[in-house]
């Protein structure tokens, strides 16, 4: 996102677009494991999806098969814990 990093623990992950100003991301881990549909869905507008599908591959994300049928305009990615993200193509009609 090109977001400033405020805080990088272990207890939690905090981005801004820059260091005083609001609002952030905060991102905190769950102790128990991804057992049921996700409660937040990130979808992500690269300039370029398939440049960005490649980056997040190599940070450790994998493909997910959610039921979709293959023809759409994104790819649906889980990270390493299993929780899903789409990479949106470009916004059609502009």
């Keep these: 996102l090109g977001w400033t990093v405020v805080n990088d623990s272990p207890e939690e992950y905090e981005i801004r677009p820059e260091p005083d100003r609001l609002p952030g991301l905060l991102f905190g881990p769950a102790p128990e494991g991804k057992t049921v549909k996700n409660r937040l869905h990130l979808d992500f507008r690269p300039d370029d999806r398939d440049a ?29 814990e299993g929780n899903e993200f789409c990479v949106l193509g470009e916004r059609s009609g502009g």
Excluded at 52 to 80: I, K, M, N, S
């Design 52 to 80: 960005e599908v490649e980056r997040f591959l190599a940070l450790g994300a994998r493909h997910a098969d959610v039921g979709q049928r293959g023809d759409e305009p994104w790819v649906v990615l889980a990270d390493p």
